[in-house]
């Protein structure tokens, strides 16, 4: 049984990670981050480490990003983070700021925890007093960290990495071209490292304890604790922190799920559907991948429904910039709703599963890669309900 | 620049590192189909039809943006790739209002292309048979019709990085997506300066210029109009692209009997205003570096070139306390069409009224030149219609006549004659390099120092060129100039233009005489040329314009016998009173809102 974890929401002291990273070289603060395997954790599952020494390989002055954007249906752990930790996430920040050679940092807070703003820039001016950031970190006079914090407007695609460097150049939030990758050219051409919230939470936690510390939970491939957010048809829906390699199965128990969960939706709208079948799987990037957010239906919820729905949400969030998602979504929609009068078909289906792959393969960004999943999933496990739907 | 071991078709290729996997499809001849792809434009890769298979790679890449990388194994057939790019053309129908046998863009639409080229036979998604949006109708140049828009931006990047104007922009999001204007106003009422590039850029048939051509018919059918045609130089050099002839082929005297053939009454040369243009403007010139040197006045100087009616609206937008730097010379078409209707008009004993004045202009920006309020007297418009290249080239054919099959013919006379110097006014340069052999030699009495009358420093199609020329041994009467190196500026492109502009606001910039062309390349890259435009195909009508100035045998606007006689016999002396009457103009500051 994968093990309940708790380090994202531990108490830290303030700076102690700070302090004992700028007593090492940025090349060694890198090297504990590759180390201890650690992945983004907002979805996407990049390898920080690899991320930091790209952006510091670039020789030039750098720029930190903590991505707040936290849009995922079913996703709420950063806002939780935020809310509670906001000191440490800004603290890895800084350690991240002179692993890579960085003088400015943004948090993107997503639009809508806009009420969050206030608190966390208080956190800021609190962490500046203590000299964690600002013009002279822990008194050096070669070491500055400028952090502001920035709002989204409520877009889902902000997410995306350069999407959001588009949007903090004040530009209209579209994803570019990859490569250059932003840890090469990012925002207004520095090199920039975008990192979710829960990575950086737990980056000061590998500093003081170690790579291999971190490498002691998880599996070999996905070292380290996720967060999870649960919510669905569980009587303990809520926030956890567990180990990768979880099984589905052991998270229903943990979170008091009856026995009649029909699927869970692992990963949100993007995300995989799991049925009974699958149960056994773990969650972790080698096995079934999210950036948390878990869903939980049973015998009572449509999954046509819930397709429905999550088809809906990428058609109202896709930029609109590429071909296959822009049209492919809204094409997409209209075939299913066929199904709710009547007039869907297997040919329907198929129609939309050859559309499906033309939007994950050749679609610009992660967005439209990824709109095909909950589709293909959902079809291929519940068939039936969406004929008769 | 290290180069890469790549293997594209399973064929190993070696190519320099940072270049595309489409530039290399390219350099090997291997068809890779796009569309929001343009040689002038930076890459957006946004529309995904040109995708290759990239062995390793789970996603298929877009070959415009996707840089090779040594070993890199690309794949630009396969049955992915098929079937992608497919659905892709079907995505694009599906949201696409349909009137093929009706569209401005029937038969050169590169929509209609990629669904040939893959062999549609059926949509799996409906084509729209209705517009479902509004076109903007609002300006009396181009429509903009956003039903048959791919969303390519093609257009956006033509307005914002070539143009430097940002009159375009998209709005909304996903699906709702539009191209739309600055505010979401009318085009007509935002700093769109009409150049066209935009309508240049443009694949299907969303930008088109608005038509006149049935107006021109229904005035050649009218027994009691007379019906007069000018045609710019850029005509000549490019009307033959649109009869298949190769970028390059000036058809000039089967252009003037292809517009005897289609009924208009008289047809004249815009070249012989050209010339008429570079004395009246190289005297403008000379007045003011007389005001500056001698009475040392504070004349307004740069001067700038004034026929690129994109240019003055852009000025008037962007620059409107330069203004008063604006040589205050109507462009040839309005020069033309005001002689028209006064001297011409006079001498023929034609009523004015009866004249219908037309222009064939390589350019959209003409038309709203032509409306312009001050372009005329007592109610009557010195030119009545301006048509495109295109426009032409559609009219020659609702006539029935193919221009490969015709005979030279000539101009008519008087308005008729030219030089060579009238020519070049189509490439970036030729109105500096026109207006220096007239204004050096009425100064110094010699022809320009430059071998064979060739000013190649101000010829070419970098963005912003500079020449200097040393005046010496001049004249009595222009002591004052003795010595001075006369230095000139050309740009073309707006986007140069601002540059330029700005530089010399801000005092950076120490110049006696600037031409800016709105478009790239000149007017032989305007906006209501024969599509679609390239880089190289500007260079080709290029040549041609250079090699039909080479071939005449006056090539200096002050040895136009015709344009003499207009002075001795009417206006009497350049930049008279009765000159500035009718080929000068005023401008109007506009805001950037």
New interface residues.
């Given amino acids: 049984m994968a093990r309940k974890i708790d380090v994202v929401f531990s108490d830290l002291e303030p700076g102690a990670a700070l302090k004992k990273a700028v007593a090492m070289s940025p090349d060694d603060i890198i090297a504990i981050v590759k180390d201890s395997n650690l992945r983004g954790r907002g979805g996407a599952g990049f390898p920080t480490g690899l991320k930091w020494e790209s952006a510091r390989r670039q020789g030039r002055t750098a720029c930190v990003v903590c991505n707040a954007d936290e849009g995922e249906p079913g996703t709420f752990k950063d806002k939780r983070i935020l809310e509670l930790r906001a000191a440490k996430v800004i603290e890895s920040m800084a350690i991240c700021a002179r692993a890579v050679g960085a003088s400015r940092g943004f948090i993107y807070l997503r639009g809508e925890y806009s009420y969050l703003r206030k608190e966390i820039e208080d956190t800021m001016r609190r962490l500046e007093g203590l000299g964690l950031i600002g013009p002279s970190v822990l008194g050096a006079s070669d070491f500055s960290f400028d952090l502001k914090l920035r709002l989204g407007s409520g877009?889902y695609v902000c997410g995306e990495e350069t999407a959001l460097i588009d949007s903090l150049e004040s530009r209209?939030g579209e994803p570019r071209?990859k490569?250059p990758f932003p840890t090469e050219h990012g925002f207004l051409g520095m090199p920039t490292v975008v990192n979710n919230v829960e990575t950086l939470a737990l980056v000061p936690h590998i500093i003081l304890n170690g790579a291999e510390w971190f490498r002691d939970f998880g599996t070999r491939t996905s070292s380290g604790s996720k967060l999870f957010s649960v919510s669905g048809d569980c009587l303990k829906p809520g926030i956890y922190e567990f180990e990768y390699g979880i099984t589905i199965r052991e998270l229903l128990k943990e979170v008091e799920a009856g026995p009649e969960t029909k699927a869970v939706q692992i990963g949100g709208a993007s995300g995989f559907c799991a049925s009974a079948d699958d149960f056994d799987k773990s969650i972790s990037f080698e096995g079934i991948p999210t950036g948390g957010s878990i869903i939980v239906f049973d015998r009572t919820r449509s999954m046509f429904k819930v397709l429905k729905n999550f088809v809906e949400f990428f058609?109202?969030?896709?930029?609109?910039?590429?071909?296959?998602c822009?049209?492919?979504?809204?094409?997409m929609l209209?075939g299913i709703l066929k199904f709710e009068r009547g007039e869907g078909s297997s040919k329907v289906i198929n129609?939309l599963l050859?559309?499906a792959?033309?939007m994950?393969?050749?679609?610009?960004c992660g967005f439209g890669?990824s709109v095909p999943n909950s589709f293909r999933t959902i079809v291929s496990k519940f068939r039936d309900e969406i004929l008769s739907a | 620049m290290k180069e890469l071991n790549v293997t594209l078709n399973g064929v190993a290729y070696r190519v320099k590192e940072g270049s595309t996997i489409l530039e290399l499809c390219r350099r090997e001849g291997i068809h890779v189909p796009t569309l929001c792809d343009h040689p002038d434009l930076h890459?957006?890769?946004?529309?995904?039809?040109c995708?290759v298979e990239v062995k390793g790679m789970r996603?298929?890449q877009?070959s415009c943006?996707?840089?090779v990388t040594e070993g890199m194994d690309i794949n630009t057939t396969g049955d992915?790739v098929r079937?992608?790019r497919k659905?892709?053309v079907e995505?694009?129908l599906?949201?696409h209002y349909t009137d093929c046998t009706v569209c401005p863009k029937n038969l050169s639409c590169e929509l209609q292309r990629l669904a040939d080229e893959y062999g549609l036979t059926e949509l799996?998604?409906k084509e729209r048979r209705e517009r479902t949006v509004a076109r903007d109708l609002s300006s009396t140049v181009f429509v903009r019709d956003n039903n048959k828009c791919?969303?390519c931006q093609r257009c956006i990047r033509a307005c914002a990085d070539l143009q430097g104007v940002g009159a375009l922009a998209?709005l909304?999001?996903?699906?709702?997506?539009i191209i739309g204007s600055a505010f979401n106003r009318p085009i007509a009422e935002i700093v769109c300066i009409n150049c066209g590039q935009c309508v240049a850029h443009c694949p299907t048939g969303a930008l088109h210029e608005r038509p006149a051509g049935d107006a021109v018919w229904k005035a050649i059918d009218d027994p009691s109009k007379i019906v007069v045609v000018q045609t710019a130089p850029a005509i000549r050099a490019a009307l033959g692209e649109e009869f298949g002839y190769p970028p390059g082929t000036r058809v000039t005297g089967k252009m003037a009997t292809a517009l005897k053939m289609m009924g208009f009454d008289y047809v004249f040369d815009t070249q012989f205003a050209a010339d008429l243009t570079i004395i009246e403007e190289a005297h403008e010139l000379l007045g003011r570096l007389k005001a500056a040197i001698v009475d040392k006045s504070d004349v307004a100087l740069p001067m700038t070139t004034s026929c690129s009616p994109g240019w003055i609206k852009f000025q008037e937008h962007f620059f409107p306390e330069l203004l008063p730097n604006v040589s205050s010379c109507k462009s040839p078409q309005q020069m033309f069409g005001a002689l028209l209707k006064t001297w011409w008009a006079g001498k023929r004993g034609i009523d004015p009224d009866k004249i219908v004045s037309v222009s064939v202009m390589p350019c959209t920006a003409k038309k709203y030149e032509a409306a312009r309020p001050e372009m005329g007297r007592d109610g009557v418009k010195d030119v009545d219609f301006a048509i495109t290249t295109r426009e032409l080239a559609t009219m020659i054919k609702q006539a029935g006549i193919d221009l490969t099959n015709l005979p030279d013919g000539s101009f008519d006379d008087p308005l008729g004659e030219s030089t060579g110097a009238a020519t070049i006014f189509a490439a970036t340069g030729g109105v500096m390099e026109a207006a220096l052999r007239t204004a050096y030699e009425v100064v110094t009495g010699r022809e320009v120092p430059f071998a064979h009358l060739d000013i190649a420093p101000v010829r070419g199609m970098e963005g912003v060129r500079e020449a200097s020329i040393l005046i010496e041994k001049v004249k009595p009467e222009f002591s004052w100039l003795e010595g001075v190196v006369l230095k000139v500026l050309v740009a073309h492109g707006t986007a140069n233009a601002k540059t330029v502009m700005t530089a010399v606001k801000e005092g950076r910039l120490q110049a006696h005489f600037i031409e800016i062309m709105t478009c790239p390349g000149g007017c032989l890259g305007g906006g209501g040329q024969p599509l679609p435009v390239t880089p190289e195909k500007r260079r080709a009508r290029a040549r041609a314009i250079y090699a039909e100035d080479g071939d005449f045998k006056i090539r200096k606007s002050h040895e136009n016998l015709a344009v003499a006689h207009i002075y001795s016999d009417f206006l009497g002396e350049p930049n008279s009173h009765k000159a500035h009457e009718l080929l000068h103009t005023k401008y109007t500051a506009r805001g950037r809102y």
């Fill in positions: 877009a209209r071209n490569p058609q109202e969030e896709s930029c609109g910039q590429c071909t296959p822009r049209e492919g979504c809204s094409r209209e129609d050859e559309l792959e033309t994950s393969l050749a679609s610009k890669q | 890459t957006k890769g946004i529309c995904r039809i995708v996603t298929l877009a943006s996707t840089p992915k079937r992608t659905t892709i995505l694009l599906a949201n799996r998604w791919v969303l998209n909304w999001k996903g699906d709702r997506t």
